[in-house]
């Protein structure tokens, strides 16, 4: 099985550590692979690429 690796900057990891055991998740991984989940899910129900590209942008993640 493929076991991609994603690196957080040690400010991010931290929060992600303290959100996920305030939330009670097993484990930081957890917590960031349901949050991975719930956005996917929601940009793949956004239709088409311009909406997905309009709540990108109004994410912050686009300019």
Do not use: H, N
Request: net charge positive.
């Amino acid at each position: 099985m493929f076991q991609p690796s994603v690196k957080f900057d040690k400010a991010l990891w931290q929060r992600i550590q303290s959100c996920a055991a305030a939330a009670g998740y097993s484990s930081p991984g957890e917590f960031v692979r349901d949050v991975l989940e719930r956005e996917l899910a929601r940009l793949e129900g956004a239709g088409s690429k311009e909406d997905i590209i309009r709540k990108l942008k109004g994410l912050g993640y686009l300019e």
